[in-house]
């Protein structure tokens, strides 16, 4: 969200004075040492697993929301890798005020030992170094947050739902979870994890991992599943717990739990669908945490408890999509994990390939290739804007904040990849493939490489004849599409498309439209096959007729709002603020207020707004 507000107000107020550099003691990084062959390095961290390795981080947290921040301690037990002894561990920190450092060989008995706390990078944070005792097994960091830190976000009562109590939640990927925890903030360094939180009495506290108990404001958690530290979740407020099956349940405020229940009452469901479809369901529980509006994506997975935007609870359950993708990452992204940001794609396009997968087989293969539609084309529009560099699955991040790499490039571009492959070798054998690929890559990170290299042997070798067809280094290492890059297609589009288009062209009139079975889907097809200057007058003939701004599903009135934005419906403007003040999403706030600024009443208006 921080990222968010800044990229607005650089789009609002190009003069703006850059962000400063995170504050830190200002002397020199340790440097490079080098890599073991074998060792993939992550360009995003400044820590040394490849001769010191966290296996396991415990926290003793105190969440304070009156100075906003989080107090207490992290233990972290090491592995000593290097055949040096007297190696130096090196953790990644941002904007983390560092009182003390201890070291044990025991895990019980500590003794304080030297550090250094590197000097400050915009990207990157700061390094802190502890030196070791040869015996040293454990080390334990005290420490306290700043009230800024970019992997939490600290909201006022009238910022929930309920307003009446404040909240809290982290927001740990890409590499924020170095604001809130010391540690190895790598993708391709897995760690167990435990917890004691403390919250104030009122509140309940819920986290990424097994609840094993709690009493007023004191809460235990234990992740016993080795992941990467973006999947370390903590949030904190006034929650209530409903079950939605044997393994499956919601956690949301008191104003939205029943709503949120109904809308994922078909959670249990999508679990066992994908366990046929993938093998079993490795983590135990699969909760759901409805966070309050200002959660600026639209989910995150983080194991046991993914945390989801209100803004998919239409009423009609048509946008459970989102909870398809983000179960789907229990087993591509959590299960198997990008091993660097470079890799990212192996999270998301395999994750939006079994979200697919998944809505067809709950809701039918033309639901899913309406979902498939949609996405293909709003791959062409983005790649349309972006650099070639940014196109490429494989990317290049050297130098670049992570979440450059965050386009729709690696979930779009990679699904229409893995569908390829599906529809060159068959969906049987394609499954087939992806139930052993997830088997023989379990808890551990991998490369693209590594990919490719299980590809070739399990996949490729069936048919030489038909791997000649999958042409492997465009799809991976350069921009575009590939020519024989697949087209999804909805048979229910086509009339849509006709419709606004007769309509459009004055041959026919809104009174003998059959709108009343439309799916979400379709109507965002409606909206987007309108040409883009309707004129106000049009506009509104269309809000008459079917009440669009009023919409109360979100990404209607998101396609909506940017529609009476760029014809200057002044009858939707009303909304449009409300909008824009109220949901905290990124995948509507950013292309919403990048409309606006394109003339100057609209970039008036976006700064009134904002």
């Not at 005290?142 to 927001?171: D, N, R």
């Not at 949030?235 to 994922?264: M, N, S």
Request: aromatic residues 10%.
């Amino acid at each position: 969200m921080k990222k968010l507000r800044w990229l607005i107000l650089l789009l609002l107020f190009p003069l703006v004075i850059p962000i400063s550099s995170m504050r830190g003691t200002q002397k020199p990084a340790p440097p490079a040492r080098p890599l073991p062959a074998n060792t993939v390095h992550d360009v995003h961290s400044y820590s040394n697993p490849q001769e010191v390795r966290v296996r396991h981080v415990d926290l003793n947290l105190h969440v304070e929301f009156e100075p906003k921040v989080f107090s207490g301690s992290a233990t972290l037990t090491l592995e000593r890798v290097s055949k040096d002894r007297a190696a130096r561990l090196i953790l990644d920190t941002r904007a983390l005020n560092i009182t003390h450092v201890w070291a044990s060989s025991n895990g019980q008995s500590f003794t304080p030992t030297p550090y250094t706390l590197g000097a400050s990078d915009a990207i990157l944070g700061a390094p802190l170094t502890i030196d070791l005792p040869d015996d040293a097994t454990t080390v334990k960091v005290q420490y306290y947050t700043s009230p800024g830190a970019s992997g939490v976000q600290w909201l006022e009562p009238a910022q929930t739902a309920g307003k009446k109590f404040p909240f809290v939640y982290t927001q740990s990927e890409a590499i924020h979870a170095r604001s809130w925890i010391p540690l190895q903030d790598t993708p391709g360094v897995r760690v167990t994890y435990s917890a004691y939180i403390r919250t104030p009495p009122n509140l309940m506290a819920v986290m990424s991992a097994e609840h094993l108990e709690s009493s007023k404001g004191e809460y235990r958690f234990q992740m016993r599943q080795a992941i990467p530290s973006y999947l370390i979740a903590l949030a904190v407020g006034d929650l209530r717990f409903k079950p939605l099956g044997k393994r499956t349940g919601i956690y949301a405020e008191p104003p939205v739990i029943a709503k949120a229940a109904f809308e994922f009452a078909d959670t249990e469901k999508m679990v066992e669908t994908t366990e046929r479809l993938y093998g079993p369901y490795r983590w135990g529980r699969y909760d759901i945490l409805v966070l309050p509006p200002s959660f600026p994506y639209g989910g995150m997975e983080n194991p046991r408890l993914t945390f989801a935007t209100p803004t998919v609870l239409a009423g009609d359950r048509s946008l459970v999509s989102l909870v398809a993708h983000e179960l789907a990452h229990s087993w591509s992204g959590n299960l198997v994990t990008n091993a660097t940001w470079s890799d990212f794609w192996l999270n998301e396009g395999f994750t939006t390939y079994i979200e697919r997968r998944i809505i067809e087989a709950l809701y039918g293969r033309e639901r899913a290739e309406m979902e498939a539609t949609l996405g293909r084309r709003d791959l062409e529009e983005e790649m349309a804007e972006l650099d070639e560099r940014d196109e490429i699955l494989h990317i290049d991040l050297n130098g670049r904040d992570p979440d450059a790499g965050s386009t729709g490039v690696p979930y779009e571009k990679g699904v229409l990849f893995l569908r390829s492959l599906e529809e060159t070798f068959g969906r049987a054998n394609f499954d087939k493939f992806l139930r052993g690929y997830f088997a023989h890559f379990a808890f551990q990170s991998i490369t693209t490489a590594d990919f490719a290299a299980y590809l070739k042997q399990h996949l490729f070798q069936q048919s030489t004849a038909l791997a000649a067809r999958i042409p492997l280094e465009e799809w991976l290492e350069r921009p575009g599409l590939p020519a024989s890059a697949p087209q999804p297609k909805a048979v229910a589009f086509a009339r849509v498309e006709q419709q606004a288009h007769f309509w459009a062209e004055k041959k026919l009139t809104l009174k003998q439209f059959t709108t009343a079975r439309w799916s979400t889907q379709e109507w965002l097809r409606f909206l987007q096959s309108l040409p883009d200057e309707l004129g106000a007058a049009r506009m509104a003939e269309l809000d008459e007729a079917f009440h669009l701004t009023q919409s109360g599903n979100s990404e209607i009135a998101f396609q909506w709002l940017l529609m009476a934005i760029r014809n200057r419906y002044e009858a939707a403007y009303p909304r449009l603020e409300d909008f824009l003040t109220t949901i905290g999403r990124r995948k509507f706030l950013k292309p919403l207020y990048e409309e606006l600024v394109k003339t100057p009443s609209g970039r008036e208006r976006a700064q009134a707004i904002y």
